[in-house]
């Protein structure tokens, strides 16, 4: 599995924390870094076949085709893709024209995730999206037109500008479209957002718990009226249509993320890049491969077996397949049967032989139910 960065956009929405830089002048530098950076550690993973890959930000529709192209080129060179690979790519609304989709249709890219978040003006202009409601239509239906017929787009609820009809509304709007996959998060207050700032100087109201649980539960109403797969907390698929990078993560697998901030994870040991362009690019310019572990580039942090127990119980409890009890390392499978008890009698999670799953009730408390299912000794 492949993930690349592409820290750019041309606004930054309000609720955003990811990396990114709306100045897009080092664009074509940061491209050029990426590929560097594929040259020099293209053996982290064991595997050359990618499955996957994934191009996150940011907004990697912002890339134009040349740019694609070279990261194609370069991926060609270093790895091998799978005949079927998943080869995935985050688009914004107001990029997708007609051109625009023709290009990407005639690129490897095979499946969309575009970032719709809500078809209501009065959303979007609170969250400063870029996009305005009538382009989250046009892209789906121009996407459609174009022949990719494999795409998931991302909405968001619980935001105060969000009534309980509109929210409704949205979901009746998406799913009138022949949709494979919807990803749906609740609005969060991240510190050092624009969103924070506003919440704490009463520019914008706070998320209202009650509201952001009542629209999760229309959402999963909804969505299985509609025919869907609850598979993860936050997503949602017509039968078979997983993503496949996101489900294979969600299985523990190792991946490769390249670009500035990106994650990689090799079964032991997660690491993250530096998260600034500049210094990101000017770093892969002078350094030597041999002298890439010194050079800043990256923060490993080698994973303890308890924080390898807790990762499994957050990501499998999260989606459908749930928890095996088996796949547990033997040191921790009796505190997980224990702290487990309080659930199980609750009825906020459910066994069957040596699975375990969250029920309806307990995907409401998803968070809450893993953090008590930790080994923190
Ligand atoms: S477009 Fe995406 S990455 Fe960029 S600021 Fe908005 S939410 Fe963040």
Not at 102 to 123: C, H, M, T, W, Y
Not at 241 to 246: E, G, K
Not at 271 to 300: F, M
């Amino acid at each position: 599995m492949l993930y690349l960065h592409i820290p750019f956009c041309k606004q930054a929405c309000h609720y955003c924390d990811f990396h990114f830089s709306t100045s897009l002048r080092q664009k074509g530098a940061l491209v050029d870094a990426l590929i560097r950076e594929m040259e020099l550690r293209n053996d982290y993973l064991s595997e050359r076949v990618l499955s996957s890959v994934y191009f996150g930000g940011g907004t990697p529709s912002l890339l134009d085709e040349m740019e694609l192209a070279a990261i194609f080129k370069a991926i060609e060179q270093h790895f091998q893709l799978e005949p079927q690979a998943e080869i995935t790519l985050e688009a914004n609304p107001d990029d997708l024209s007609i051109e625009k989709l023709k290009s990407l249709r005639d690129s490897p890219v095979n499946r969309l995730s575009i970032g719709i978040q809500s078809f209501a003006e009065v959303d979007l202009r609170s969250m400063n999206r870029a996009h305005q409601a009538h382009e989250a239509r046009a892209c789906i239906e121009n996407a459609l037109k174009m022949g990719f017929d494999d795409f998931s787009i991302d909405l968001i609820y619980g935001s105060p500008s969000t009534s309980d009809a509109q929210w409704l509304e949205n979901l009746r709007i998406a799913f009138d479209y022949p949709l494979p996959h919807l990803s749906a998060y609740c609005l969060t207050v991240e510190p050092r957002t624009a969103l924070a700032h506003q919440v704490k100087t009463g520019q914008a109201l706070p998320v209202d718990e009650n509201q952001a649980t009542r629209q999760f539960n229309t959402l999963m109403v909804e969505a299985e009226k509609a025919g869907f797969e609850h598979y993860e907390i936050s997503n949602f698929a017509q039968p078979g249509r997983y993503a496949r990078h996101n489900t294979n993560y969600w299985r523990g697998k190792p991946y490769l993320g390249l670009g500035p901030s990106a994650h990689s994870f090799d079964g032991h040991s997660r690491q993250w890049n530096l998260a600034n362009n500049a210094r990101y690019i000017q770093l892969l310019e002078n350094t030597q491969a041999e002298k890439l572990p010194a050079s800043g580039l990256y923060e490993i942090e080698k994973l303890s077996p308890a924080q390898r127990y807790n990762e499994q119980v957050m990501t499998s409890l999260r989606t459908q397949w749930g928890l095996d009890w088996k796949l547990i390392e033997p040191q921790f499978q009796a505190h997980f049967l224990q702290s487990a008890q309080e659930f199980l009698a609750s009825k906020h999670l459910v066994q069957e032989g040596q699975t375990y799953r969250l029920s309806r009730e307990g995907r409401f408390l998803a968070d809450h139910i893993a953090a008590e299912l930790f080994y923190l000794g």
